[in-house]
């Protein structure tokens, strides 16, 4: 992220960027800080803060309270045969929105994976079967109310991405994505096929669930529907932008592609999962005394961060940790055991059940195009 404060904050969707103000993103990118008082029955990580903005949510509360028709959709690149905790919290929006009555779409992105990343539309495919499709069944999406599909597969995102390509100009584009890589122009245009092509049918409004390295391409979408809107009668998409995940030593959003410092899905080697868990960095303090004296710092611990927005969905447990840490009941390696390391344990038995059900299932499914 950009520190001077003169100039605008670009993030990048292809790399790393540090958020460390997310009010700041919020003025930069014209969004709306999130407020849950919009929805009425919000989701364990919604109460927990997990979703810090959005663009027009409002429009989406409306459509969930009249029951009127709207769409929710997500995309995956098959880059890795793994994806991480943040992955999971946006999957667990998407969910969210299904069961609000949104009609869900999911796709692979294996067009972007093969432009940006190398990874061949076949490999990219194979992956997803094996891995990407029953990973977002086992977290929680119903197989039955999901169209899942393939971007090199869906006629109407292409044909659509081309129509979205001749409404953005080549300063726009480089205004908002930081280069205008032939790369990169592909996949974009691809994306905003993904994030429009709902509508063609019967225009509806749509919430989009990202990270907020997603951010540009939620403004160029909204961009290109204004200027579609009289052809195509296309509501600008709506978003929900999640906070980042931090590293295990609390630096950085985790990065699909690095191999350290992270806690991935699925974590198959449970020894190697506690070593990482026992790294993880605390809001301790220096010497015994002093953290019996005056408790931890749950609000700078990577612990508790993991804890309250990934494996402690009950209130109650979740008050418990925080509540012995604040009176320093527990040493940091007490209350990992007690907390982290048992409850990370049942979320990834959790997953690994559900995952070698949905496996099963994929085999048998039907995918749109
Ligand atoms: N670009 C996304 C990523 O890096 C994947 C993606 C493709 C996507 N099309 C999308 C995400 C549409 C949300 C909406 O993971
Ligand atoms: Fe974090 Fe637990 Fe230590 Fe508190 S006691 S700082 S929650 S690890």
Known sequence: MEKNENQKVQVDPWGNTLVEDYSRLIREFGMQAFDIKDFKNPSTQ???????GGQDLNIIAEAIKKKKKFYCLTGIMPSAQKIHLGTAAVVDNVKYFQEQGAETYVLIADVESQAVRGVPIEEGKKRAMEFHIPAYIALGLDPKKTKFYFQSENKEVSNLAIVCSQKITENEFRAIYGSVHPSKVMSAFTQMGDILHPQLKTPMP?????GIDQAPHIRMSRDIARRL???????APSASYNKYTSALDGSFKMSKNEAVGKLEIPEKDRGELEKKLKKALTGGRVTKEEQLAKGGQPD???????????FISDDKILDQMYQECISGKNLCGQCKEKYLIKYANKFYDDFDKKFEKAKKLVGKMKFDE
């Not at 919604?46 to 810090?52: A, E, P, S, V």
């Open 46 to 52: 919604m109460k927990r803060g997990l979703i810090f």
């Open 229 to 235: 809107k009289s052809d195509y009668g296309f509501f």
């Open 206 to 210: 749509g919430v989009i669930p990202v």
């Open 300 to 310: 700078i611990c990577v612990a508790y961060e993991y804890c309250k927005n990934h």
